[in-house]
């Protein structure tokens, strides 16, 4: 019951982790992508509204050039923008003393703008001027115009060559920010429809990951527990026959007649015969051979390990490389290394890490199994 609460407390917190971290990205980018968004917006918007006063400008000249009479081109730009909607984006025309001579409502053609009617912060000038002072400019300019009544737009001018008009470009801001909303809420929406993907696919990941190692795990400690198991039975039949040969030993058992009890070694420049029982290991190296005592004495002797394991008891030693030669007696315990690989550990202790590797392991199994 623990370790599954345990786990389902492990998968809440993954599940809130991975929610926060998609939140706090999500919150950030989104912000980021609708702040350039709204940059671009606005300044295609500036771009759109210069064009277009630019356009209607020359068209108007060229009226102009074409021999037609300035009443008759005021005329024609009238009926052409004549109640379009000024609710968006809208065409007028006035003269650099702030008159209107063109504007989508008729009503307004003749009225003079108040002068503190608005103020227009420019893009290409310093501080805010108002819009009559912009007129009165009579060149191109324009910026954010800021109303009395709390409305504001963009606008840009354009003189008419020639005359002394300004042919002026709008675009209510309320409309672009309704765009922006409109904007906004689809980056909402689509945040909250890749974050609920994103939280919910990454959580199937992790269940999908999280039960593949489990059952990795689990099938990694049943092959320990089976691994453990036959190192204790090894262990046991060490133990077993350490005892047995021991008794044998004791008993002088004819195990050992076609096996030699002593053996010649050098120690410096003397020669010493040593019971073969005391040996605890032999090592193997540039052609001479170490003999290391119980006592941990040691001794050399110029045969081979071939040659010696020849004269020495197969119950009693066993070949388990190259280079060693070991005394059941003094082998203390055996542990796993590795995928297939047997430890040893000694006594009296050798230095380097014994190990019995996978090809010779069954026959080691098989010699404690004798």
């Given amino acids: 019951m623990k370790p599954t609460m345990k786990k389902d407390n492990i998968y809440l917190i993954t599940l809130a982790a991975i929610t926060t971290v998609v939140i706090v990205v999500g919150i950030f980018s989104m912000n980021y992508l609708y702040k350039t968004s709204e940059s671009r917006l606005l300044e295609s918007q500036m771009q759109s509204r210069r064009r277009e006063a630019r356009e209607v400008s020359g068209l108007l000249e060229q009226q102009l050039k074409s021999g037609l009479s300035k009443e008759t081109v005021i005329d024609n730009l009238q009926r052409s923008i004549e109640n379009t909607d000024t609710q968006t984006e809208f065409i007028c025309m006035y003269n650099t003393t702030g008159i ?26 310093g501080s805010p001027v108002t819009f009559q002072q912009l007129l009165g400019k009579g060149k191109v300019s324009g910026g954010i115009r800021s109303l009395q009544d709390g409305r504001s737009e963009i606008v840009y001018v354009h003189p008419v060559a020639a005359t002394d008009w300004m042919v002026a470009s709008h675009a209510n801001l309320s409309a672009i920010n309704r765009q922006l909303q409109h904007l906004y809420n689809q980056f909402l929406l689509a945040h909250l429809l890749s974050g609920i993907l994103i939280v919910f696919f990454s959580f199937v990941a992790v269940r999908l990951i999280n039960s593949r190692y489990e059952q990795t795990l689990e099938s990694e400690k049943f092959q320990l527990s089976q691994d453990i198991r036959s190192l204790s039975v090894l262990n046991d039949q060490l133990k077993e026959n350490q005892i047995r040969l021991e008794a044998q030993l004791n008993e002088k058992s004819g195990d050992e007649t076609n096996s030699k009890s002593r053996m ?47 004269q020495l008891n197969p119950k009693s030693f066993f070949r388990i490389n190259r280079q060693y030669i070991v005394n059941i007696q003094a082998i203390e315990n055996i542990l796993r290394y590795g995928n297939s690989q047997l430890k040893l550990v000694t006594n009296p202790k050798i230095e380097e890490i014994v190990i019995i590797s996978k090809n010779k392991v069954s026959e080691f199994k098989q010699w404690l199994d004798t």
Avoid: W
Wanted: negative net charge; glycine residues 4%.
């Fill in 100 to 125: 209107e001579l063109c504007h989508p409502d008729p009503k307004l053609i003749g009225q003079r703008i108040d002068e503190n009617n608005s103020t227009v912060t420019g893009l290409d000038f």
């Fill in 264 to 310: 010649l070694t050098y120690k410096k420049d003397e020669l010493v015969s040593i019971n073969v029982g005391e040996i605890a290991f032999l090592f193997s190296e540039n052609a001479t051979t170490r003999v290391t005592t119980f006592k941990q004495e040691v001794y050399h002797t110029n045969l081979s390990l071939d040659e010696i394991m020849k």
